[in-house]
């Protein structure tokens, strides 16, 4: 059994900072990327930022300059530093791990319960 358990997102201010983790726990071998995504009401989830094993990160264009991923690989956790935050990053934000299971063949995606996060005065 593998579980991604995220942190309490919550109500922030325009131009306020949140930070949110991530962590990965159960019967893991080994996990290769990880990342966030998010999902607004009325429209489709989309890629926040993702980083790999070995810390290449890639970030969706409306947060570039304002969000940071990082990532402890020892406490197979992610961090989203999210900076700069405006109304429209209002939504739910879910982890996301590709892994491979102890006694599993191939790496699988996992995903977080979600997360949300409101920026508003």
């Known amino acids: 059994q593998v579980q991604l358990v995220e942190s309490r997102g919550g109500l922030v201010q325009p131009g306020g900072s949140l930070r949110l983790s991530c962590a990965a726990s159960?019967?893991?071998?080994?996990?290769?990327?990880m990342g966030w995504y998010r999902q607004a009401p009325g429209k489709q989830r989309e890629l926040v930022a993702a980083i790999g094993r070995g810390g290449s990160t890639n970030y969706g264009d409306s947060v570039k300059g304002r969000f940071t991923i990082s990532r402890d690989n020892a406490k197979n956790t992610v961090y989203l530093q999210m900076d700069s935050l405006k109304p429209e990053d209002t939504a739910a934000y879910y982890c996301?791990?590709?892994?491979?299971?102890?006694?599993?063949?191939?790496?699988?995606?996992?995903w977080g319960q979600g997360t949300q996060v409101t920026v508003s005065s």
């Open positions: 159960g019967s893991i071998f080994s996990i290769n990327a």
């Open positions: 996301n791990a590709d892994l491979l299971r102890r006694g599993s063949g191939r790496f699988e995606e996992y």
